[in-house]
């Protein structure tokens, strides 16, 4: 069974500094990976999607790598900014048993950022 | 283009009530998800759909129902709510296949006293 796992659970940086986020996986058989920002109170919106062949994916400040033999993804996020305070969930898709694609969520990592 | 919507926002309900959640996407998309959102757990899913009139269980699916009549919508129900039924819901869609993101509508909070 595929588990996703985010550490820290929570994380605070003064504004203007780059950080990285952390996921884990344990099953290494996956088709792609995406990053999530959610807002208090709020859905989630999507920020990356690497597919299982790729390294890595940019959208502007934002960086997000996988390393699929090792089970682990990182999201950069360069110049931090008060606007960037949210918590970030990692997904990882891969078969279900049912047959079609299936998204594992990790428990996200509650960033914020200190003006 | 309002992507995914769902309604209610909020809704309170005494145990054994019933009442059904809507979700609405206007991307033609092919795929939908109704998953629950608990804390300290991440978002499981409850039922998805991978086309218009199609239905399947996903790993949280007892006590809930779900229905797809029309492609744009897919209906979330409960027909006797209980305690352990309070969460917050999330609907998501997607074009389907594995090179396509997942959209999420703003969630439904859920309390049932």
């Known amino acids: 069974k595929q588990e996703v796992t985010q550490i820290p659970a929570a994380l605070s940086v003064p504004e203007g500094e780059n950080l990285v986020l952390n996921c884990s996986f344990t099953?290494?058989?996956?088709?792609?990976l995406q990053w999530f920002r959610q807002d208090p109170g709020k859905g989630l919106t999507s920020l990356l999607l690497?597919?299982?062949?790729?390294r890595e994916q940019t959208s502007g400040r934002l960086n997000a790598s996988l390393d699929k033999s090792s089970g682990r993804s990182t999201l950069y996020i360069a110049a931090s900014q008060p606007g960037d305070s949210a918590t970030y969930l990692c997904?990882?898709?891969?078969?279900?048993?049912?047959?079609?694609?299936?998204?594992?969520f990790g428990t996200g990592t509650r960033l914020t950022i200190i003006p | 283009n309002a992507g995914v919507t769902q309604t209610p926002k909020f809704r309170v309900l005494k145990t054994g009530q019933s009442m059904t959640l809507l979700c609405a996407q206007d991307?033609?998309?092919?795929?939908m998800y109704w998953y629950r959102q608990d804390p300290g757990m991440g978002l499981r899913l409850i039922h998805y759909?991978?086309?218009?009139?199609?239905?399947a269980k996903g790993e949280v699916p007892d006590g809930y129902n779900v229905s797809r009549l029309k492609k744009q919508n897919f209906l979330l129900g409960l027909e006797s709510a209980a305690p352990s039924q309070t969460s917050v819901y999330f609907c998501?869609?997607?074009?389907?296949?594995?090179?396509?993101?997942?959209?999420f509508g703003p969630g439904t909070r859920l309390t049932v006293t």
């Open positions: 998501a869609s997607t074009q389907g296949g594995r090179s396509y993101e997942q959209y």
């Open positions: 099953d290494s058989a996956i088709y792609n």
């Open positions: 690497i597919q299982s062949s790729q």
């Open positions: 997904a990882v898709g891969a078969k279900s048993n049912f047959g079609n694609e299936k998204l594992t």
């Open positions: 991307m033609n998309h092919e795929y």
């Open positions: 759909s991978v086309g218009e009139g199609t239905t």
